[in-house]
């Protein structure tokens, strides 16, 4: 067992060539993976794997991670957050996520469990489509994007967000959750600033 994961095997990665694991939900994420480039047009390097996020609420920090970002026009368009079960709770966090990604509000959120899709408005989290089938395909994003206002963050709703990412992903996370890294409180060691650049380094 990898976790409370089944491990099937080993398998490589569609977009990077990685020799991952391979477990059930995996299987789910590189299905995705094809349906982006063999179906929506999104080239490889267009589409970032398993992208670090570093949250922090309070003196806790943690990393996780963003099954999908997707870059179109030097912009980040859209992401992808993958996780078994109910998409309905898995909508808030994901949002929240995608605030923390980068200076901007990103356009797309998608939530699946790999059988189906919610496609959210990354701005006011209203849905906008329902089914794998409904992802946006890269010619759609670029639309989006040029009709979409990238309001900035501020560095207070940063601070909301990533309390709201850090208690769905990290304090409700199954205590066997392998895919969650926990790092040294704030004063212990490093700032999550300089685990980000860390991150962006190794990365």
């Known amino acids: 067992m990898h976790g409370h994961h089944l491990i099937l095997g080993q398998v490589a990665d569609f977009i990077t060539g990685e020799i991952l694991i391979e477990t059930h939900d995996e299987r789910y994420r590189q299905r995705i993976a094809r349906l982006l480039v063999d179906q ?10 398993r992208k670090n996020l570093v949250i922090t609420a309070g003196k806790k920090r ?6 999908f970002v997707i870059s179109v026009a030097g912009l980040v368009g859209m992401i992808i ?4 079960g109910s998409l309905v709770t898995r909508q808030r966090p994901a949002l929240a996520a995608s605030r923390l990604l980068t200076g901007y509000l990103i356009p797309v959120v998608v939530v699946t ?3 189906d899709a919610n496609v959210l408005n990354g701005s006011h989290g209203k849905l906008m489509s329902v089914g794998l089938d409904s992802i946006p395909s890269r010619q759609k994003l670029l639309s989006i994007i040029d009709n979409h ?11 909301l967000e990533s309390r709201i990412v850090y208690t769905f992903e990290v304090d409700g996370a199954c205590p066997c959750d392998n895919t969650i890294c926990h790092l040294p409180e704030f004063g212990s060691q490093q700032s999550a600033a ?7 380094t190794d990365e």
Do not use: F, H, T
């Open 62 to 67: 943690a990393i996780i991670k963003i099954d």
């Open 40 to 49: 929506e047009g999104y080239s490889k390097e267009e589409i970032r794997p």
């Open 113 to 115: 469990n790999g059988e």
């Open 194 to 200: 300089d685990w980000r650049r860390r991150l962006e």
């Open 81 to 84: 957050k993958y996780g078994p």
């Open 149 to 159: 206002d990238l309001q900035p963050i501020s560095k207070e709703r940063a601070v």
